[in-house]
């Protein structure tokens, strides 16, 4: 009983230490939804320029999406049109490239980590592009779109087929400001923090668990720690391999790579566990579903070079630079609750969550909250029924 308390105390106070951050980087993206249609997003994406997929990233990074619903969106904007390349390039940045990530990452790690998955991020989207040019055959690409058209069902379908952005006329303020657009930014912010929390307290129960139950030795073995070339050439390998199997996606897998880092894995290593949050097991099935078996296998390749590549090019300019911190200094929040700027933080975030949710309750968002997992059809339908009562 006391390992379970003790796990259980661990995962608490990592919770304490990221509300805040969480509920500011869910009402930054939940502002930005609100205001951009999606039928905006599909038109700026056809086709994989470099300029395209710049824009592809900065609206992946302005929708801030959970794992499934970046997965199901991307797939949405395919099927519409967008080009495949951009859409993966907005999948990988509305996952890896968003506020509450890096400020997450900030808390819990330090800045240098933040730093390094801004820049790890266009870089693996840069190396999967070239990829994508280099072995993406048209006829593996057809068979994709045609698979896509299908419709199959993956997870949070509904959700990703909302669009809940004002309609309105005016100026981004006029917009935001106005009537429709709190009542828009409630439903998205309630609606972000509903997709992500399943994956948000596996993470954190999983991590507080490795935390206090896996010695230190256990990782310092398999992450070759004593090593230093052997460490930074091992950790990007085997970071997105230990995702994979962790199942645990997006913000999720950050608490445990506090656990990782503590017990020895490599900086660049860090980085491409974290970004692996796009090729856990149940997401390669809904590839699978989404675009075929083929295709399927074509991004778990790809993406893992990727990743795996990117790594390499943190830790070697990071570690070049000087950027990286010390290992011995690392450590797993198990400070609980006190009277710091945490706190005052976390009540005034959490008085405006229930601000929001008040809102949200109010204006019909429960009906919304649960068609999430439904069809894309379902999320198209409860987009119009939207549309009427604003």
């Given at each position: 009983?006391?390992?379970?308390?003790?796990?259980?105390?661990?995962?608490?106070?990592m919770?304490?230490?990221?509300?805040?951050?969480?509920?500011?980087?869910?009402?930054?993206?939940?502002?930005?939804?609100?205001?951009?249609?999606?039928?905006?997003?599909?038109?700026?994406?056809?086709?994989?320029?470099?300029?395209?997929?710049?824009?592809?990233?900065?609206?992946?990074v302005?929708?801030?999406?959970?794992?499934?619903?970046?997965?199901?969106?991307?797939?949405?904007?395919?099927?519409?049109?967008?080009?495949?390349?951009?859409?993966m390039?907005?999948?990988?940045?509305?996952?890896?490239?968003?506020?509450?990530?890096?400020?997450?990452?900030?808390?819990?790690?330090?800045?240098?980590?933040?730093?390094a998955?801004?820049?790890?991020?266009?870089?693996?989207?840069?190396?999967l592009?070239?990829?994508?040019?280099?072995?993406?055959?048209?006829?593996?690409?057809?068979?994709?779109?045609?698979?896509?058209?299908?419709?199959?069902?993956?997870?949070?379908?509904?959700?990703?087929?909302?669009?809940?952005?004002?309609?309105?006329?005016?100026?981004?303020?006029?917009?935001?400001?106005s009537?429709?657009?709190?009542?828009?930014?409630?439903?998205v912010?309630?609606?972000?923090?509903?997709?992500?929390?399943?994956?948000?307290v596996?993470?954190?129960?999983?991590?507080?668990?490795?935390?206090?139950?896996?010695?230190?030795?256990?990782?310092?073995?398999?992450?070759?720690e004593?090593?230093?070339?052997?460490?930074?050439?091992?950790?990007?390998?085997?970071?997105?391999?230990?995702?994979?199997?962790?199942?645990?996606?997006?913000?999720?897998?950050?608490?445990?790579?506090?656990v990782?880092?503590?017990?020895?894995?490599s900086?660049?290593g860090?980085?491409?566990?974290?970004?692996?949050?796009?090729?856990?097991?149940?997401?390669?099935?809904?590839?699978?579903?989404?675009?075929?078996?083929?295709?399927?296998?074509?991004?778990?390749?790809?993406?893992?070079?990727?990743?795996?590549?990117?790594?390499?090019?943190?830790?070697?300019?990071?570690?070049?630079?000087?950027?990286?911190?010390?290992?011995?200094?690392?450590?797993?929040?198990?400070?609980?609750?006190?009277?710091?700027?945490?706190?005052w933080?976390?009540?005034?975030?959490?008085?405006?969550?229930?601000?929001?949710?008040?809102?949200?309750?109010?204006?019909?968002?429960?009906?919304?909250?649960?068609?999430?997992?439904?069809?894309?059809?379902?999320?198209?339908?409860?987009?119009?029924?939207?549309?009427?009562?604003?």
């Amino acid at each position: 009983m006391h390992a379970v308390l003790h796990a259980l105390a661990i995962t608490g106070s990592m919770t304490w230490e990221i509300t805040w951050a969480l509920i500011l980087g869910f009402t930054l993206s939940a502002v930005v939804q609100a205001v951009v249609r999606k039928s905006t997003v599909v038109s700026l994406l056809g086709d994989d320029r470099p300029r395209t997929l710049a824009v592809s990233a900065g609206l992946g990074v302005a929708s801030s999406s959970c794992s499934y619903a970046a997965v199901a969106l991307a797939r949405s904007l395919f099927r519409k049109g967008a080009d495949f390349t951009a859409a993966m390039a907005f999948e990988i940045a509305s996952t890896n490239l968003v506020v509450e990530l890096g400020v997450i990452l900030a808390l819990l790690m330090g800045w240098q980590f933040t730093a390094a998955e801004f820049v790890g991020g266009p870089v693996m989207i840069v190396l999967l592009a070239v990829l994508f040019r280099l072995f993406l055959r048209t006829g593996l690409l057809r068979q994709a779109r045609e698979q896509a058209r299908r419709g199959l069902a993956g997870s949070m379908e509904g959700h990703a087929a909302m669009d809940m952005s004002v309609r309105r006329d005016g100026s981004f303020a006029r917009r935001l400001f106005s009537r429709e657009g709190f009542t828009a930014t409630s439903h998205v912010f309630v609606m972000e923090w509903a997709a992500i929390l399943r994956d948000l307290v596996a993470g954190l129960l999983i991590a507080g668990a490795i935390a206090a139950w896996v010695p230190d030795s256990f990782w310092g073995a398999f992450f070759f720690e004593g090593h230093p070339l052997a460490a930074r050439l091992w950790g990007p390998v085997v970071g997105p391999l230990v995702a994979i199997a962790s199942f645990v996606c997006s913000i999720g897998n950050v608490p445990l790579a506090v656990v990782l880092w503590k017990g020895g894995i490599s900086f660049g290593g860090v980085v491409a566990f974290i970004f692996a949050d796009l090729l856990i097991l149940p997401i390669l099935n809904i590839y699978r579903k989404y675009y075929g078996a083929r295709m399927a296998a074509f991004l778990l390749g790809t993406f893992y070079l990727s990743m795996v590549v990117a790594g390499y090019v943190v830790e070697f300019v990071f570690g070049g630079l000087g950027l990286i911190p010390d290992q011995a200094d690392a450590k797993v929040p198990m400070e609980g609750v006190s009277w710091n700027y945490t706190t005052w933080l976390n009540i005034a975030f959490l008085l405006l969550a229930a601000v929001l949710l008040v809102r949200f309750l109010r204006t019909g968002g429960p009906a919304m909250l649960r068609m999430m997992g439904g069809s894309p059809e379902t999320g198209h339908a409860m987009t119009a029924s939207r549309q009427e009562h604003q």
